[in-house]
């Protein structure tokens, strides 16, 4: 059988030598999903896998938190759990293997890589479940200079939110009082009382 999609593309990274770079931390967003695909990650591409989540013991996330930093481990797959304040200046590559539910988790989880002054790759694998953040995505990323797909560019649904924010941001420039618009906003005024 085919692997499905994300899956595939996974197993590509991990596969190109020049992007890996063992540990590599990838993230997920449940429980289940760290443990069903860090054992599809060990069968299919035959690297040292582990997952770590909240259902693990606090010894546990211990262990294999040493031994991601110690390279027991070629691949994490990891929940939120690892997401924020730990400096894991090991970790050359980050997988967001689903999109986070928020722009704050996105950017602490691929803050995990190239800590340090260190060099790093975070690579998202965005789908239309995760449409509503597409504009944010780009605000984010773009001034960065890092490479954003065609696909997430020529997206309706990042125009769509474009547009939207165009919309809120004119909207609210023409709701700010200036000296340049006052008298039109008194002439308004006067003029939508004196038709009552």
């Not at 692997?3 to 890996?20: A, E, I, M, S, W």
């Not at 991601?68 to 730990?86: A, P």
Request: aromatic fraction near 6%; charged fraction near 25%.
């Amino acid at each position: 059988l085919p692997l499905p999609p994300q899956l595939y593309r996974l197993q590509q990274h991990v596969k190109d030598k020049k992007l890996f770079k063992p540990p590599v931390l990838v993230f997920v967003d449940c429980k289940l999903g760290a443990d069903l695909l860090s054992e599809a990650v060990q069968k299919i591409t035959g690297l040292k896998s582990i997952s770590i989540h909240s259902e693990k013991s606090q010894i546990e996330r211990k262990n294999i938190l040493k031994g991601l930093l110690e390279g027991d481990y070629e691949v994490v797959v990891s929940t939120g759990v690892l997401g924020r304040g730990l400096d894991l200046i090991s970790v050359r590559l980050v997988v967001n293997f689903d999109m986070p539910s928020s722009m704050d988790e996105y950017v602490h989880q691929i803050g995990r890589v190239g800590r340090l002054g260190q060099n790093g790759t975070a690579i998202t694998f965005i789908n239309n479940n995760s449409k509503r953040l597409f504009w944010d995505i780009a605000k984010r990323v773009k001034p960065t200079g890092s490479i954003l797909p065609p696909q997430l560019l020529n997206s309706p649904y990042l125009h769509d939110q474009k547009r939207k924010e165009q919309q809120k941001d004119k909207q609210t420039q023409n709701d700010l009082v200036t000296g340049a618009n006052l008298m039109d906003i008194i002439r308004k005024h006067d003029k939508s009382n004196s038709q009552k």
